[in-house]
C-alpha cells in the first residue's frame, strides 16, 4: 500500500507541475496572440510593428520563447 500511495503523490505533484507550466505556456500565447492586432505581415514575408509596440511584441515573444525552451530542454 505505502509504494502504491508514493506512486500516486508523485504523479500529483507531477500534475500539478504540468497544469502550473500550461497555464505559464497559455498566458504566454495569450500575450502573442493579442499582439496580432498590433504586427503585420508584409510582403516580403517580414513583420511590422509601430514603434509604441516593438517592446511589447518583444516582451510576449520572449516570454513564449523561454517556455518553449524550457519544455524542450525537458524532453531531451
Known sequence: MAYAQTVASQNLR??????????????????????????????????FCAQDNVQRFDTAHEKAHDLVKK??????
Do not use: H, P
Open 14 to 47: 507531477e500534475m500539478k507541475r504540468l497544469q502550473a507550466e500550461n497555464a505559464k505556456l497559455l498566458a504566454a500565447l495569450k500575450d502573442m496572440c493579442a499582439m496580432y492586432t498590433y504586427v503585420w505581415d508584409v510582403v516580403d514575408g517580414g513583420l
Open 71 to 76: 519544455i524542450e530542454a525537458r524532453k531531451a
